[in-house]
């Protein structure tokens, strides 16, 4: 123990007054056997302080599988364990200097034994009692109707209230609550809930003898409504009918009458009414439901709210009953479960299904700004003023924003390298904050320059405006007289004006420095960009699965030509015929980064053969033009034939231009090839290759451009599904050799590829910010956005999704693989038709999920294991093998060993095929790979002849000669 004299010097030694200090100096001490488990500290606010200094108690409740929670008598506590870097003591003898005499004295020492200790304590955090389990558990035994008497003999499960605190996770004052709004009564000492069909029985006299006795609904007595109905229900079950549907009061005769809800009533019949449909049509639903309801009571849908679900956007409009209750009381679950029903909502119908998910001091609009966003419609693209000679763009566009969620006052829009000049909505001037994080990427940062760091922070700039987060470079306030519209969930018109000099991406100006106008040096400008790079040229929501009709109109000089996606609706010449416009209208649902743009002096050739095609190329070049095209309806008949599916536009264009980036980039209805690409008849190697990329082009307007992804993620699935289809052409027309090689360059390069970077992963999942969630760590970039990662990794990244899809088809089999891709298509194609139901527009986006549920509903097969493999890990399988006849037994032995521990490289378990060329053709053998090595005996079906030729069948169906004297 330590005495005054040694605590004094301490005091010096730490250079403290003791003025300063109290004179009650506590020296503490651990007592004998203390330990950190003794004891468990909670912290209580001033509420539960004084309720526990009152007496009262707080309770723990909670079955083995459940979170625990803490009661007090009429609320509810969630109770989460927090961490402190500091020591906690349990000291029980220490005073805090309030509790100390004013009059302490001279400095003293108390001696104080601590008790215990400990790192965390509990925190109590007021949450949403859990009720749901209260009327599962109720419904297990309801009452349907049979003579009290006869209950006490029932050896089903019934509940008392001390049974009910025990498994529900509630204050009593909340169960009790509860327990009335679900119509539950106390029959015998236990709660039990009523069949609905047994209470509706009882309504039903209940309004019976109200109708016969010609009482008004306001006034209905008790006793003589026990009297008359005493014979047909029990009185308790009688009274208990007229509590749950009638407010009970005494008139002024001292009689005990009930006033009848109307609502209650009409809410009632109309769950009687909808209960056993799927569906009703809504009209025939409102007569039905008005002439079932009592005579003098009115029926209205604001009723039903929270109760059923209205579509007024399906032809009829139709409703359905879709009730609180019965959905998941976590709000994540809630979202959820609600947007599987219906893609989007309005704030009116999605309101009563989130009021109970709100704390005390939470709105619904909060909720909804949590957990959804506000969606886009429709698009309009002005470019009045195309510069060749600066390089510069002008023009405007207009998009419809529809909103999901109420307190909608700010709206991000994506846009780099444009100058924003006026933004509108609705008619009114709103002001705007442009800020693009990728321009200033570690322009400040002088301690770290190096590549991981300038690779992280590129990450977070571009992750800061990634559009499907809800976030862009362009951020408008909504002005205030606007709230209120949006709170009703009306659309919204955003205006924006912008201009684009001298652009570095997006927009590719071609000016040949020669003589002449801009036209005869064939000056030209065409969309380019990498994944959603649509926000280089013009204000948008860049996301693939954001998607809108569209409205382009661009005004070019009289001698150029624009292209741009979906049908040339018109072209209008100016006063002075020096410029046209050229208004396209695009009526499919598309994401703005498959929307382009090519302006030239362009020579048109309408396809002969198919005359909703038509080509587009540079002058001069129409010749070799003609004759590179000739061909191009053969595929769109392929493609059609395999997916026994039309072409999904209405047109279809191809522009070959200048100083293309890439041979082939695809947007809808519409697709930019290079120049190169173009030849005439006499060059005959240039006709595969343009053929290829032909073929390629139109396999992206299928998957891809009509077909959009659901998330980046899921990029694999469209890459993947067009790169196999356009391999079947290959096959085709080409042969089978040819496509074999062609997979067997694939092959090679994604092995090398992968054995030399670490691997290249399909379906990357991020489940944080932090290193650790990295699934990539061995690459300098990140793949968690097309924009960060290279532009060699997603080569390959192509490389496998089409290759992955091989495996898929050698699975489920090729019959099965083409009906999973009409399947998507037909899914597709009937939601672009729904103009005024975009909610329906979710079909033609493709996930991961759907398109291995669609392939496990087509084939009944599970794929799970091949996607875990190849899809949702990175790396090769590294094989060496080795083999020998044995004679004697005639067998093949085959020895089989992997390599998973080098870099690139993964294990593999499961099923090989092994193909044994014999002398009589060709046996295929599945062997099981489990260990890292595996022997295996292979028999052999041929027996070695002497002396003699044969023609030997060879694998790929050809015969060839060998002599088979020279064998031993």
């Known amino acids: ?68 929670i803490m009661c007090s008598e009429d609320k509810t506590y969630s109770l989460k364990m927090a961490d402190t870097s500091n020591l906690l003591l349990f000291v029980p003898d220490c005073k805090t200097p309030d509790q100390l005499p004013g009059d302490q004295g001279s400095p003293h020492l108390v001696h104080s034994q601590i008790w215990g200790f400990t790192n965390s304590y509990w925190e109590l955090k007021r949450q949403r009692p859990k009720l749901k389990k209260l009327k599962k558990i109720l419904m297990e035994n309801p009452y349907e109707g049979s003579p009290l008497s006869q209950e006490d003999d029932s050896s089903q499960q019934k509940y008392t209230m001390e049974d009910l605190l025990e498994r529900i996770q509630a204050s009593q004052e909340e169960i009790v609550v509860q327990l009335k709004n679900i119509h539950a009564c106390k029959i015998a000492g236990f709660w039990r809930t009523l069949d609905f069909d047994y209470e509706m029985k009882l309504l039903g006299h209940v309004t019976q003898l109200v109708d016969s006795e010609s009482w008004s609904f306001s006034k209905v007595p008790l006793s003589t409504s026990l009297q008359e109905l005493g014979p047909l229900e029990p009185q308790e079950m009688i009274e208990h009918c007229l509590n749950c549907y009638g407010r009970r009061y005494t008139d002024e005769e001292g009689e005990v009458c009930f006033a009848l809800n109307e609502d209650k009533v009409c809410q009632a019949t109309a769950h009687m009414l909808l209960q056993n449909a799927v569906k009703f049509n809504l009209s025939e639903f409102q007569e039905v439901w008005q002439q ?58 999605i309101a009563p299904y989130m009021q109970d998910l709100c704390g005390e001091k939470q709105t619904i609009g909060a909720l909804l700004t949590k957990y959804a966003r506000s969606s886009m419609q429709n698009g309009v693209v002005c470019i009045n003023n195309i510069n060749f000679q ?163 109109e661009f005004t070019v000089d009289a001698a150029m030509v624009a292209v741009s996606c979906g049908d040339l609706v018109e072209t209008v010449y100016t006063h002075d015929m020096r410029k046209k416009t050229f208004h396209y209208m695009l009526p499919i649902p598309t994401a703005a980064p498959n929307i382009s743009l090519s302006v030239g002096p362009f020579e048109i050739l309408v396809d002969p053969y198919m005359h909703e095609v038509t080509h587009f190329c540079l002058p001069q070049l129409l010749p070799l033009l003609k004759h590179s095209m000739s061909y191009l309806h053969e595929i769109f008949e392929f493609y059609e034939e395999i997916l026994t599916c039309r072409y999904p536009y209405s047109c279809f264009k191809t522009v070959f231009v200048d100083e293309a980036y890439v041979q082939v980039s695809s947007y809808a209805s519409m697709s930019i090839f290079s120049t190169n690409l173009l030849h005439s008849a006499m060059i005959i190697d240039q006709t595969p290759l343009t053929r290829r990329c032909l073929a390629q082009a139109l396999a992206q307007q299928f998957f891809g451009c009509f077909i959009s992804r659901m998330s980046w993620s899921d990029e694999w699935v469209l890459k993947g599904i067009s790169g196999y289809i356009y391999g079947l052409y290959l096959k085709k027309t080409f042969g089978v050799n040819e496509y074999r090689h062609w997979i067997k360059e694939e092959l090679d390069k994604i092995v090398e590829y992968e054995l030399k970077t670490g691997g290249v992963l399909l379906h990357p999942t991020f489940c944080g910010t932090k290193e650790k969630d990295n699934p990539t760590p061995h690459l300098h970039f990140s793949i968690k956005h097309p924009h960060t990662l290279s532009w060699e990794y997603y080569k390959m990244f192509q490389c496998k999704a089409h290759l992955v899809m091989r495996l898929i088809e050698n699975r489920i089999s090729m019959e099965f693989m ?27 986006l493709v996930s991961t999920s759907g398109f291995l549920k669609s392939i496990s509903n087509v084939s009944g097969k599970d794929i799970g294991p091949l996607i875990k493999q190849w899809v949702d890990q990175s790396g090769v399988v590294k094989f060496f093998g080795s083999f020998a006849f044995n004679r004697k037994r005639n067998v093949l032995e085959l020895e089989i060993r992997q390599d998973y521990t080098s870099s690139g490289t993964q294990k593999y378990v499961g099923p090989i095929k092994v193909t044994v060329q014999e002398l009589d053709g060709s046996f295929n053998h599945t062997l099981q790979i489990e260990e890292n090595s595996l022997k295996h005996d292979i028999p052999c079906h041929s027996k070695s002849r002497r002396n003699k030729k044969k023609k030997i069948p060879l694998m790929n169906g050809e015969e060839v000669d060998m002599d088979l004297s020279a064998m031993e």
């Open 1 to 68: 123990m330590r005495t005054l004299e040694e605590v004094q010097a301490t005091i010096q030694i730490a250079k403290l007054k003791e003025e300063d200090l109290q004179p009650t100096i506590h020296c503490l001490s651990f007592g004998e056997h203390v330990s950190s488990g003794d004891y468990c500290l909670m912290e209580l606010d001033e509420t539960l302080c004084k309720h526990i200094e009152s007496g009262k108690s707080l309770v723990i409740r909670g079955d083995k599988d459940e979170h625990a």
């Open 390 to 552: 600066r390089k510069s763009v002008i023009g405007y566009v207009e998009l419809t924003i529809f909103p999901t969620v109420v307190n909608l006052n700010r709206i991000k829009l994506n846009s780099k390298q444009c100058r924003i000049y006026r933004v509108r909505v609705n008619d009114l001037e709103a002001p705007f904050i442009y800020n693009d994080p990728t321009l200033e990427v570690c322009h400040h940062e002088s301690k770290q320059r190096n590549l991981n760091y300038f690779s992280s922070a590129y990450t977070a700039a571009v992750s800061a405006v990634d559009p499907d987060a809800g976030n862009g470079e362009l951020c408008i306030k909504v002005p205030s007289e606007l709230w209120k519209q949006g709170d009703e969930m009306k659309v919204l018109k955003v205006y924006i004006e912008f201009s684009l000099d001298q652009p570095k991406g997006g927009l590719h100006f071609v000016v040949p420095d020669v003589e002449g106008s801009m036209a005869e040096r064939g000056a030209h400008v065409f969309s380019f960009g990498y994944q959603n790079s649509t926000r280089f040229w013009f204000p948008c929501v860049d996301s693939y699965s954001e998607l809108c009709t569209w409205k382009l």
């Open 292 to 349: 079932s309801v009592p005579e003098g009571m009115s029926t209205r849908l604001d009723q039903l709210r929270g109760m059923a679900l209205l579509d007024r956007s399906s032809r009829p409009e139709t409703i359905c009953l879709l009730r609180v209750e019965d959905l998941p009381e976590d709000t994540l679950d809630r979202f959820n479960c609600l947007f599987s029903l219906r893609e989007k909502w309005t704030a009116d119908d």
């Open 818 to 844: 083409l009906q999973v891709f009409n399947k998507l298509l037909s899914l597709a194609s009937t939601a672009s038709s729904q103009k005024y139901q975009s909610h329906m527009w979710s079909q033609m």
